[in-house]
C-alpha cells in the first residue's frame, strides 16, 4: 500500500531555512516522480520543485530557484527539501506527491487534482514569519 509521510515543517524567521522529508512506503522511489506542492493560504495548491526517482532530474517553480534544493535517497526511500533564506510567501503547507509516468516540469505544472489520495502525505506545515 502507497504512503507518503512528510515532515520537518514548522516556524521560521524570514531567512531561516528547514528541511522537509517525505519518506515513502509501499513501493520504490526508482519508478516515479516525487513532487512537493505547496498550499499556501486562500491560494491553489501549486507544485514547488519536482525530480524523478529514476534519473534524479529535477524542476523548481520560478519563486524558488537558487533557494530550494530537492534531493532524493533511493536507499532510504526517501525524497527531501531543503529550503533557505525563506521568505514569508514560502509558508503554507508542504505536500509531497507521486505519480509514474510524466516529466518533472509536467509533473509540477500540473494540479495533481487527478492524483489519487493515496498519492498524497498528509502535509506539513511551514510558516515564516516576518
Known amino acids: 500500500q502507497l504512503q507518503l509521510v512528510e515532515s520537518g515543517g514548522g516556524v521560521v524567521q524570514s531567512g531561516g531555512s528547514l528541511r522537509l522529508s517525505c519518506v515513502a512506503s509501499g513501493f520504490t522511489l526508482d519508478y516515479y516522480v516525487i513532487a512537493w506542492f505547496r498550499q499556501a493560504p486562500g491560494k491553489e495548491r501549486a507544485g514547488v520543485s519536482c525530480i524523478s526517482g529514476s534519473d534524479g532530474k529535477t524542476y523548481y517553480a520560478d519563486s524558488v530557484k537558487g533557494r530550494f534544493t530537492i534531493s532524493r535517497d533511493n536507499a532510504k526511500n526517501t525524497v527531501y527539501l531543503e529550503m533557505n533564506n525563506l521568505k514569508p510567501e514560502d509558508t503554507g503547507v508542504y505536500y509531497c506527491?507521486?505519480?509514474?509516468?510524466?516529466?518533472?516540469?509536467?509533473?509540477?505544472?500540473?494540479?495533481?487534482?487527478?492524483?489519487?489520495?493515496?498519492?498524497w502525505g498528509k502535509g506539513t506545515l511551514v510558516t515564516v514569519s516576518s
Open positions: 506527491a507521486v505519480r509514474v509516468t510524466l516529466s518533472v516540469e509536467a509533473m509540477c505544472l500540473s494540479s495533481g487534482e487527478d492524483l489519487a489520495p493515496s498519492n
